[in-house]
């Protein structure tokens, strides 16, 4: 070997002890990047410069030059990977030690959420009839009393009134009246598309709804409904059998039984209310010999009133009654849902038990 070489393989063993000793000093993960840099960097590190020098050696003194260089740069190579590794378990001891945090443990899985079964069924219900060309829209849920009743065909003083006892707001007007509550139902919103729009209307109304009401299986204080109109010129009750039967076909399936009776809502005329066949008795009354609570031993649950509209109600709007005719419905919601799933109390609704909303 010449005496460059000699002086080259002498220079890189003092660089590896100065290095490794370095090394020892350099205990976060910063200190050891600036290390790696300043020996092992590709442009300026000590032994990148070293080695650079090789190229300067007569031929047959590179080799052995080179070999020595090369043990050189492993081993501070192999120091950095080994400070880097301690380095890395000193970390999570401390916080196994320090935090009290097993990392080995398995992850928490996240708890996903779901949509509340009344949604499910307010979108399913909705989806039917947008199938069938309504268009959806939402009103307010605090309502005049105007809307709620007297547009309705439900004068001041009525006794139809009594069918919807409801939550009056603490409002009094230049009368001296309460003109302002909770809507008992999504009705109102049949004169307020009317009276900004002209037929044909084809429209459903989701949206909650609110009634005084002692509560039982199948009453709460607060639900849902989807109001339906139709106003053109020659609609028919036909058109409004014919609408909801396809409903229930969509929702329920071809084996639920329909039945359509006779009843009265102030705005309709005829007036209807549609029901199925109750689904935990199965339209029997009674269940293992004692009576249905679900359906009060009748077999039937109610779930929509359905008409054709009050010639007064188009009148009050300023619709011509003699032109246009209509048909209007409200569902419950939730009825329907306690229908599709066999839920036997509409209160597991609103109770914010997870064990229920889990099911769904
Ligand atoms: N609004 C009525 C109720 O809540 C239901 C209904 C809607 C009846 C439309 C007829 C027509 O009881």
């Given at each position: 070997m010449t005496t460059d070489a000699h002086e080259l393989v002498r220079t890189l063993e003092a660089l590896k002890d100065e290095a490794l000793k370095a090394l020892e000093a350099a205990d976060s993960e910063e200190s050891l990047e600036a290390w790696r840099v300043a020996y092992?960097?590709?442009?300026?590190?000590r032994l990148t410069l070293a080695m650079r020098s090789?190229?300067?050696?007569a031929p047959e003194a590179r080799p052995a030059a080179g070999v020595a260089a090369n043990q050189v740069k492993t081993a501070l190579e192999e120091g950095l990977a080994r400070h880097q590794q301690a380095l890395k378990e000193r970390a999570l001891e401390r916080l196994a030690t320090?935090?009290?945090?097993?990392?080995?443990l398995p992850g928490r899985p996240l708890l996903l959420g779901r949509l509340h079964p009344t949604t499910q069924t307010l979108r399913e219900v909705l989806a039917a009839f947008t199938a069938m060309g309504f268009q959806v829209v939402e009103g307010p849920e605090v309502e005049w009393d105007r809307y709620n009743f007297e547009l309705l065909n439900i004068p001041r003083g009525h006794p139809a009134r009594d069918m919807w006892d409801t939550l009056w707001i603490d409002y009094t007007d230049a009368n001296g009246e309460?003109?302002?509550?909770?809507?008992?139902?999504?009705?109102?919103m049949q004169a307020r598309v009317m009276e900004k729009t002209q037929p044909p209307v084809r429209v459903v109304v989701p949206g909650k709804v609110y009634r005084y009401e002692a509560t039982d299986a199948t009453h709460e204080w607060h639900f849902h409904q989807v109001e339906g109109l139709a106003v053109d010129e020659g609609i028919t009750f036909a058109n409004l059998k014919a609408t909801l039967y396809e409903f229930a076909r969509r929702i329920f399936g071809p084996e639920r039984r329909v039945r359509f009776r006779c009843d009265y809502f102030?705005?309709?005329?005829?007036g209807v209310d549609m029901a199925m066949d109750c689904f935990i008795c199965k339209g029997q009354g009674t269940v293992k010999g004692a009576p249905c609570r679900v359906c009060k031993e009748t077999g039937w649950i109610e779930i929509m009133g359905a008409g054709m509209v009050h010639p007064r109600v188009l009148e009050m709007v300023g619709y011509d009654p003699k032109r246009y005719t209509g048909f209007a419905f409200g569902i419950g919601v939730e009825r329907v849902a306690m229908l599709k799933h066999g839920i036997d109390d509409i209160r597991h609704f609103y109770a914010n038990d997870v064990r229920f909303l889990r099911q769904f």
């Open positions: 092992l960097g590709r442009k300026e590190g090789l190229g300067k050696l320090e935090q009290r945090l097993d990392v080995t309460r003109p302002m509550l909770l809507r008992t139902h999504t009705s109102p102030p705005f309709v005329e005829p």
